[in-house]
């Protein structure tokens, strides 16, 4: 099947009870049983429930991946991952990374002595340079959180897999739908279902996705053990959203492309970032290993702190708020909101200042997005 295909039938033939063509929200916290080791392959909601079933089919599915699971939350996922490292263990991330997750590292995994080291995105040498003999996995995110870097996913594999070291990939801000990171060489792909994957504004929910069965087996066996599992109908309106991911990220890219070339030609504004654009200096990488750009712009205004307070309380259609990936646009300033666990030196010297602004560019027409900036900038 295509991709189109198995976003909507993936995991969700009609019911075999009453042939409903909507996947049943299985509202329950257990399940019958007819005798002492007898089960219908479900016993209770947190090991397992057929509408979480059915997501973590199709998520899998889109991702080429052949085991999927969920979970509470995108960060609730991360965790599970990282649940694969050990005291003494090491590993090497991205520099440009989503703000919760740098936390993750930093202060929670940290206080188990699980060192944590950033490279420049797009470094390969660096890479390389940073690996120790205790190094057991490399982390990415396919679009940087919040400057929408690159880095070769395919050569990075490459040299963790000489070393024997696993590669995660964070495929949120691209989604499967752009690029499957899978097919590249990564060992793990996670989500944030909140974002694109939902795409509504109405869930939190985070996924795994791998081929590699000893992986899914750990990884299921925490799933279980720790229990921070979406419940049904937090499921069922994931699956409602991951219907029509297809169509919402092509308009989504194309809403995002315009508003990245108008950005670029506004007097007010300082840098646009967006790998879409020929300027943007992964512009070349962007087109090879993605189908698609993305639906994130994020940019700098010109002059002081007091002129981003200015610009977002004169949005009228944009919303000031934190998260992105939904059908409305959401504006973001990272430094006090997604990054802001990232201490000033560290974040800024990664070129997330205080001017920096985060658009995922929503669904509304563009005509009234460009508008809207417009106005408010003025």
Excluded at 203 to 211: D, L, P, R, S
Aim: net charge negative.
């Amino acid at each position: 099947m295509k991709f189109s295909t198995k976003a909507i039938h993936a995991g969700q033939a009609p019911d075999p009870l009453t042939g409903a063509v909507a996947t049943p929200i299985y509202q329950t916290s257990t399940f019958a049983q007819s005798g002492l080791g007898e089960n219908k392959g479900y016993e209770y909601s947190r090991s397992g429930n057929p509408t979480r079933s059915a997501l973590e089919t199709c998520i899998a599915s889109l991702e080429g991946g052949q085991y999927g699971l969920a979970f509470s939350s995108g960060l609730a996922a991360e965790q599970a991952v990282l649940s694969l490292l050990k005291s003494g263990d090491h590993l090497i991330s991205c520099d440009d990374l989503y703000g919760g997750t740098y936390r993750l590292f930093e202060r929670v995994i940290s206080r188990y002595q699980i060192q944590s080291s950033y490279v420049t995105t797009n470094s390969i040498a660096d890479y390389e340079q940073a690996i120790r003999p205790n190094t057991r996995l490399i982390w990415l995110e396919t679009l940087t959180n919040p400057l929408l870097r690159l880095v070769d996913i395919h050569a990075i594999a490459e040299l963790a897999h000489r070393h024997n070291i696993l590669l995660v990939v964070d495929n949120t801000f691209a989604t499967p739908y752009f690029l499957q990171p899978l097919d590249l060489g990564a060992d793990i792909v996670v989500h944030s279902t909140t974002k694109y994957i939902n795409g509504h504004s109405d869930v939190i929910g985070g996924a795994v996705v791998t081929n590699n069965e000893d992986l899914y087996q750990d990884l299921k066996f925490y799933q279980n053990a720790a229990g921070a599992v979406p419940g049904p109908f937090d499921t069922w309106l994931t699956l409602r959203g991951i219907k029509t991911l297809p169509i919402r990220m092509r308009q989504h890219q194309e809403n995002a492309h315009a508003v990245a070339k108008f950005l670029t030609e506004h007097t007010r504004v300082e840098h646009v970032y967006y790998p879409g654009l020929a300027s943007h200096p992964d512009y070349a990488l962007a087109k090879r290993q993605l189908s698609g750009f993305g639906g994130v712009v994020s940019f700098q205004i010109k002059g002081q702190v007091a002129a981003i307070d200015t610009f977002v309380r004169r949005l009228q259609v944009i919303t000031f708020g934190e998260s992105l990936g939904a059908i409305e646009s959401l504006l973001c300033h990272p430094a006090t909101m997604t990054h802001s666990s990232i201490p000033r030196e560290i974040r800024e010297a990664r070129g997330i200042n205080d001017m920096l602004l985060r658009l995922s560019v929503g669904l509304e027409d563009i005509e009234d997005i460009l508008k809207d900036i417009d106005q408010a900038l003025s």
